[in-house]
Each structure stands twice: as structure tokens, then as C-alpha cells.
Nanobody
Framework: EVQLVESGGGMVQPGGSLRLSCVASGFTFSGYDMSWLRQAPGKGREWVSGINTVGGNTYYADSVNGRFTISRDNANNTLYLQMNDLKPEDTALYYC????????????????WGRGTQVTVSA
């Protein structure tokens, strides 16, 4: 059974940092591109960042470019998202998903999603 389990969310003040993790199981993690996506309250899902199988190519939405860094550890089946200089507009439920490393919005092409981890940025 394919499983994606996110963790690392929380509440942080503007300008703060968080590191999200996504542990994958039930499939050969190193063989798949992966992405982070998010859904803010009252809005649709939005693609945030993606990475190819070996981690050599990374992609970012304009809204997070320069502040977020995606990475992966294929030996430990884990996907990461380092988020720095967080802003209130980054408040959302963050998901990892198996699929294309880049996507238009609304996102498509992802066959498995985690349940998400909540990130709240507030003073």
C-alpha cells in the first residue's frame, strides 16, 4: 500500500522557518518525481515545488522561489521542504504527492497524496 505521511507543520511568526518532511512507503521512492502542494483556507490546491527522481532538478512556484527549498533523501524514502521567511499568505495545509515535479494550477497528474500537515503563519 502506497503511503505518504507529512510532518513538521506548526504555527510560526512571519519571517520564521519550518521544515516539512514526507515519509514514503509502499513503492520505490527513488523511481518517482515528487511535489509539495498546498491548500489555503477557502482556496483550491496549489502546486508549490517539485523535484525529479535523483534530486538534480528542482522547481518552485514564483510565490515561494528564493524562500523554499525542496530536497529528498532516497536512502530514507523522505521528501523535505525547507521553508524560510514565511509569510501569512503561506498559511495552508501542505501535502506531498507522487507525480510531476511541476504542474499548472489546479494541479493534476498526482496519483497519491498524503493527508497533509498544517502550516500557520501569524503574528
Amino acid at each position: 500500500e502506497v503511503q505518504l505521511v507529512e510532518s513538521g507543520g506548526g504555527m510560526v511568526q512571519p519571517g520564521g522557518s519550518l521544515r516539512l518532511s514526507c515519509v514514503a512507503s509502499g513503492f520505490t521512492f527513488s523511481g518517482y518525481d515528487m511535489s509539495w502542494l498546498r491548500q489555503a483556507p477557502g482556496k483550491g490546491r496549489e502546486w508549490v515545488s517539485g523535484i525529479n527522481t535523483v534530486g538534480g532538478n528542482t522547481y518552485y512556484a514564483d510565490s515561494v522561489n528564493g524562500r523554499f527549498t525542496i530536497s529528498r533523501d532516497n536512502a530514507n524514502n523522505t521528501l523535505y521542504l525547507q521553508m524560510n521567511d514565511l509569510k501569512p499568505e503561506d498559511t495552508a495545509l501542505y501535502y506531498c504527492a507522487r507525480g510531476p515535479p511541476i504542474s499548472p494550477n489546479p494541479p493534476y497528474g498526482y496519483d497519491y497524496w498524503g493527508r497533509g500537515t498544517q502550516v500557520t503563519v501569524s503574528a
